[in-house]
């Protein structure tokens, strides 16, 4: 895969989600819009991407799964904000303080819609994608509601942590690798993708965590340092980095075994993440 | 088409409604069956099902419709009511007031997830129908954002107030026609499908409206007995009468000329609301 090409694809994928969230222009698309613009990472969409070409899916539905997945990804970010009243986004303000709630509300609506209406371009396995894409939408719905019943002060032992991290981050991190998966034939290798994208996920939560120790205790949001401290642990910092990078190292070891490579993204993203961890342990 | 018979495809119907919304039981799941079982009328599916059938449609695929027709429907409703702060729905409370926000926002989302799930199930033409059902729910979002904007004492003219009632419920009401014509390779018969969903949905809002007045005026929502006031009428309540059985007439009317007789419930439907509005027109 040519660093070019990816760039060339990339910017499909940009054109492809733009169109469909504005079939009709109005508040919410505009809102969406400027969500879109304030950039991202697009991890969703390159690990798509990437998968895709592993297991060579043609490039029109690598593109509309790789839309699919980048629109979901923003629509969970665009009702989690809201939800969790998190003001800030790419440095920039959440779509409810700029746009208020209700507009919030149907610019994570439009979002949502507009994933689906991707996968229309993935020709005769439209129909498995979709009921697959519903499968995960079910479980982050239920990682976030989870998650929102554990705020507010209740300290969760690190089994139930661990679990809300994975439901969560993890559908919505399986999700590009399960639909070029099942796109290409591959659905027997789906577990095996769940399993990196979900270690990935509980590692990228407690990284996460360990940045915002301080914020999370003032808002009380569950945050694993906090549980580890609870449980015992003399230094939580430090075994919280210790998890962290395990759960990458554990990802990125399935993401290696996954079919035609497809996973190699997935694997080189979690290596990276566990080393730079073990770099700031190294420097403490 | 016999009593019978669509009694127990509503009940799949139901079935498979229920189904898509438990894949993963949870807080939001939970609250998206509280609001179901409070009933409805299911108009939507009801529509899909005598569509489908006039058109020959297979049964999965006519209940699959039927299905992402009614849920999505019930995702417009829970968010609605939500953005509209809407205490009451089907004489119980809201989903918003008796699960809060946060879940009210996940129910609205699990229930669009599910609509598009439902899809799965429509053979070869799931891809048509997945792009025709994110093109309705875009213009349903920018008639909600529209709406919205229009709330707190602005006085709209009678124009916009009919493009703000037409997008706002005609795209949900053109839905169950489309699907079932696209399904059945009648695609051609989309656009007056869509001008007798639209007129109805004017109908409907309008004699909505006549309910209303009170209400409506205390909180500043729009309301067309009050446009029509604005606009100079001797009688707004009696002139605002003759639009919605005008509107409902013209619905019909175009409704019977669609293939197949697929639209005869759609007629049978503004007929029977239009001669209701008449006998109170008579009776006052």
Chains 1, 2 share one sequence.
């Not at 109005?26 to 998968?51: I, M, T, Y």
């Not at 790419?90 to 994570?108: Q, Y």
């Not at 639909?179 to 577990?191: I, M, N």
Request: contains cysteine; charged residues 20%.
């Amino acid at each position: 895969m040519q660093g070019e090409n990816i760039t060339i694809t990339l910017m499909h994928v940009e054109q492809r989600m733009s169109a469909l969230v504005h079939l009709h222009p109005g508040e919410a698309a505009q809102a969406v819009a400027q969500h879109l613009s304030a950039g991202g990472s697009r991890v969703r969409a390159r690990l798509a991407l990437h998968a895709c070409r592993a297991l060579r899916v043609h490039e029109p539905a690598a593109v509309a799964i790789a839309a699919a997945c980048e629109l979901l990804h923003n629509a969970s970010l665009v009702h989690d904000d809201l939800q969790d009243r998190d003001a800030q986004r790419r440095g920039r303000d959440a779509v409810w303080r700029s746009h208020g709630d209700a507009t919030a509300i149907c610019a994570g609506d439009l979002l949502l819609s507009a994933a689906y209406a991707a996968l229309a371009d993935t020709g005769p396995a439209a129909a498995s994608l979709l009921a697959a894409m519903h499968a995960r939408v079910s479980a982050v719905i239920r990682g976030q509601c989870d998650d929102l019943a554990l705020q507010g002060g209740t300290l969760a032992c690190l089994h139930t942590y661990e679990r809300v991290a994975a439901a969560k981050s993890g559908p919505l991190l399986v999700l590009p690798l399960e639909l070029a998966l099942r796109s290409a034939g591959q659905a027997a290798a789906v577990d095996d993708a769940e399993r990196a994208g979900t270690l990935f996920a509980v590692g990228y939560q407690a990284a996460d965590d360990l940045d915002d120790v301080e914020r999370d205790a003032v808002n009380e949001e569950l945050n694993v340092v906090a549980v580890l401290a609870a449980s015992g642990h003399a230094d939580p910092f430090v075994a919280a980095r210790e998890l962290a990078i395990d759960r990458y190292r554990q990802s990125a070891a399935i993401a290696l075994r996954l079919p035609g490579g497809c996973g190699a993204l997935l694997a080189e993203q979690a290596t990276r993440r566990a080393a730079l961890l073990s770099g700031e342990a190294a420097a403490a």
